[in-house]
């Protein structure tokens, strides 16, 4: 196994990895190799993949309010001693006023955030804190935070991941990821669909599966630290069940073959491009029933 600061992910052999610290998120999403998100939409079709994958010009989309806490409570969870350097708490006015302008023009790199963003992050970074075995990963020595990590797997495909957190336990000899979410509903019934319907999944065994690949260490699990985004911000922690892991697998292997198969032939297929008839979905029948 391979475990560098620094090496060229394409160079690696089947059953290689390494770990890098420090690489901006951009970089890393950038940088070579299959990611969970790619072999989700490799699940939509393989021409959704390419056409993400490659250069294009669509425009960028605005990060979603939802996708703005979820950054900004990653940063005050994980890495509370960067947050002022990425981040500036603007003036309490409307943003269309020219005093809200004024301030950003003269923040530099620094992200403008509004004082009710900065205080709800905050507000879930300490909730969670007080969850006490999130707290307790958080606290392991030698855990780190937003570790790139490459592998090659059996199939000779390279692969990547990003847990938020990882921590050591049992002298070295294992470890436990820990992945933050934020959510509207973090009872064990609304993060259940929420799992469902992000395909998280997938990406607990891919992140345990890397994790353990690059660092040769056994992965004993992933965490899902969960808090609600509105106030009070509740929160929880949970393991998803064998079954459900099973489930994540079974649909990475599947990604997977798609995606060798779309390498091996160098066609990347989307819809059906021939006429179809399709049935509506059996609940419209019922529905419409009298």
């Not at 790199?109 to 879930?124: G, K, S």
């Not at 004993?220 to 509740?234: I, L, N, R, T, Y």
Request: hydrophobic residues 45%; aromatic residues 8%; negative net charge.
């Amino acid at each position: 196994m391979l475990l560098r600061d620094t090496v060229n992910p394409d160079a690696l052999g089947k059953g290689d990895g390494f770990g890098m610290d420090g690489l901006p998120n951009a970089d890393y999403h950038a940088g070579p190799g299959l990611s969970v998100s790619g072999a989700k939409r490799l699940l939509k079709s393989p021409w959704h993949y390419r056409a993400l994958a490659l250069p294009h010009d669509a425009p960028p989309k605005a990060p979603t309010p939802a996708m703005v806490n979820g950054t900004l409570v990653h940063c005050a969870l994980l890495e509370p001693d960067e947050f002022h350097a990425r981040y500036v708490v603007g003036p309490d006015v409307d943003k269309r006023a020219k005093e809200w302008k004024a301030f950003i023009a003269a923040a530099g790199d620094r992200e403008v955030i509004t004082p009710l963003q900065h205080d709800a992050a905050m507000r879930q970074a300490d909730a969670l804190r007080a969850v006490p075995q999130v707290a307790e990963l958080l606290a392991t020595a030698g855990g780190k935070s937003e570790r790139s990590i490459w592998w090659r797997d059996q199939l000779g495909l390279l692969r990547k991941c990003r847990p938020d957190f990882l921590a050591p336990v049992a002298h070295g000899k294992g470890a436990v990821l820990l992945d933050v979410k934020t959510a509207s509903d973090a009872s064990p019934k609304g993060f259940a669909k929420a799992c469902a319907n992000f395909h998280y999944h997938m990406q607990d065994p891919w992140y345990c599966e890397g994790v353990s690949a690059a660092l040769g260490v056994e992965v004993h699990g992933m965490v899902f630290a969960v808090v609600e985004s509105e106030f009070p911000h509740a929160c929880a922690a949970y393991m998803l069940s064998d079954e459900s892991r099973a489930l994540g697998r079974e649909l990475n292997a599947r990604a997977l073959s798609l995606y060798a198969s779309c390498i091996a032939s160098g066609t990347w297929p989307g819809y059906p491009q021939d006429i179809q008839v399709i049935d509506l979905p059996r609940w419209a029948f019922s529905a419409a029933q009298p």
